[in-house]
């Protein structure tokens, strides 16, 4: 099965979200959205389009692929989604990243694995891994505009992350029960996510006493 990145839901309401930035400079915590049920239906498609596309799965933000995607309107897709209030601030341990069917993980603790494989702080994780040509910079300067209001911008409102009761349990067993369930699903998620971090972004390699002696002699 194909695992696509920048697919998310909110955790609490379990909209479908797609995700334009995984953390906003000087607020590592925070994430832009596009709540794609607010979207009309060319807009919809076009964007789910893009997201499987090639393009946007190698892209290291998926803000960086609607920059210079335009919808069938002719409109540059991120500019556009900014102008019409559809690029949503939300904390990102209240976003899921679903990249296939039954695996999820929350966005913050994704960020923090890919910060750690990166061997950076989590506050620099919205800095790009790779040099970058001309192209890049003149797209990664667009992409810019939109963050310099990103802080500004409102919470997620409740129509997307509405309340929710807590759970309860009938018995401590039940609740034992329900832990341990919850504790294996997390293993699996864990390993299936820190594979896709390494897929994003590979770790650092570190190389061993007898590399370095060789290197050296």
Known sequence: MVNLKHVGRMKSSSKRVLVAFRTLPGDAYSCLVVPTERLDDSYHNAIINLVES????????FAEALDRTQFPDGSRMLPSLHSKGLLIKSPTS????I???GVSVLLSELNQIIAEQRGIAIDDLHIRPSS???AEVREVASVNKILETANE???VTDSLAPATDPVTFDSPEAEAKHYRSQA???????AN??????????AKKKKNSDTVKEETA
Request: no cysteine; hydrophobic share 40%.
């Open 99 to 101: 990249p296939s069917v």
């Open 132 to 134: 970058q040509d001309n």
């Open 54 to 61: 090639a393009s946007a799965q190698e892209a290291y933000e």
């Open 153 to 155: 911008t409102e919470a």
């Open 193 to 202: 996510f820190r594979r896709l971090a390494e897929e994003l972004v590979p």
């Open 94 to 97: 209240e976003v899921e990243m």
């Open 184 to 190: 294996d699903k997390l293993a699996k998620e864990a």
